[in-house]
């Protein structure tokens, strides 16, 4: 059975200082054939058999966050979060080239995201599937089998 998860951001106290990215804003020119492209290397260094289609306009959709995560000024890696509610943001997707994997951005990303949305006054993250990797993040939490349109943490329960 497939369990779903998210991180309560009240029990992080992450810094979005740890890594090198930028939150763009509306209007800011996102670098979409680069976020892509390494869509693409993501794909093919995990070897992925059927992929989530990616589409242009999503990284310029309005309800959408784009970061991008940078090493050494070169755009490396990019999440997509959307923006359900002043409550609650989705984590849509993650991407990273993987041609560093010291800077270990699959977790370093989520932790630099709980502290930009904590900031921003969002109370829960939610990051699809519970991957064991993602057990790793203060705040993480499954949902329990009731659990149907939250619009604030006060309707989480895991019961």
């Not at 993650?94 to 502290?115: H, Q, R, V």
Request: net charge positive.
């Amino acid at each position: 059975m497939t369990k779903y998860c998210y991180i309560d951001l009240s029990e992080t106290n992450y810094k979005a200082s740890v890594t090198d990215y930028k939150l763009f804003k509306d209007y800011e020119k996102v670098p979409v054939e680069r976020m892509l492209e390494i869509y693409q290397q993501y794909a093919d260094y995990k070897k992925f058999k059927s992929v989530w289609p990616i589409y242009p306009e999503e990284f310029t959709a309005k309800q959408n966050d784009i970061i991008g995560y940078y090493d050494q000024n070169r755009l490396v890696a990019w999440s997509m979060m959307y923006k359900i509610n002043k409550h609650t943001v989705e984590a849509l997707q993650f991407a990273w080239d993987y041609k560093n994997p010291k800077l270990k951005l699959g977790i370093e990303s989520m932790k630099t995201e709980c502290a930009i949305y904590k900031q921003q006054g969002y109370k829960i993250i939610i990051l699809g599937e519970a991957q064991n990797y993602k057990r790793s993040i203060d705040g993480f939490n499954e949902f329990g089998p009731r659990n149907r349109g939250l619009g604030t943490l006060e309707q989480v329960s895991t019961t």
